[in-house]
C-alpha cells in the first residue's frame, strides 16, 4: 500500500468518527463542547443541522481524499487535484480555528485531530 493509500485511510477513518459525533450532537446528545466553538453542551436547533450538513462535507471528504490517493479511481483528474490541495488549506484554517476555540475540550481534541487530518490530506495531495 503506498503512503498517500494509508494516509486517505487513516483520515476517512477519523472523518467518519467525527461524523459519528456530528450525527450524536445533531440527535441532542450533550457532546457540544466539542464542536461549534464549544458554547453549548447540547446544540441549539441551528447548529443541529449544521452539525448534519457536516456529515455530508466530512464523506465528501473522505471520498477526495480516497480519490486523491487513487484507493477509488485513479487520483490525477485535475479537479480532484485542486480539491485535494482545498481541503489542505480548509484543514490548516481548521487546525488554527480550533486552536483559539473559546472551548477548552474543543481545542485539546479537536486541534490534534485537524492536525492529524491535515498531515493525512498533504500526504495524499502531494502524492
Known amino acids: 500500500m503506498t503512503a498517500p493509500a494509508v494516509a486517505a485511510a487513516l483520515a476517512a477513518v477519523l472523518l467518519a468518527a467525527l461524523a459519528v459525533l456530528q450525527v450524536l450532537v445533531a440527535l441532542g446528545r ?31 471528504m473522505a471520498a477526495v481524499l480516497l480519490g486523491r490517493a487513487a484507493v477509488v479511481g485513479d487520483g ?17 484554517l481548521g487546525v488554527v480555528l480550533n486552536a483559539v476555540s473559546r472551548s477548552r475540550v474543543e481545542r485539546a481534541v479537536m486541534t490534534p485531530a485537524c492536525l492529524v487530518l491535515l498531515a493525512c490530506a498533504v500526504v495524499v495531495a502531494r502524492g
Do not use: E, K
Not at 490525477?76 to 490548516?92: C, E, H, I, P, Q
Open 30 to 60: 450533550p457532546y457540544g463542547r466539542l464542536v461549534w466553538g464549544g458554547a453549548h453542551r447540547v446544540l441549539p436547533r441551528r447548529l443541529r443541522a449544521a452539525s448534519a450538513v457536516s456529515v455530508l462535507l466530512y464523506a465528501g
Open 76 to 92: 490525477r483528474s485535475g479537479a480532484v487535484v485542486v480539491a485535494a490541495w482545498v481541503l489542505v488549506g480548509y484543514l490548516a
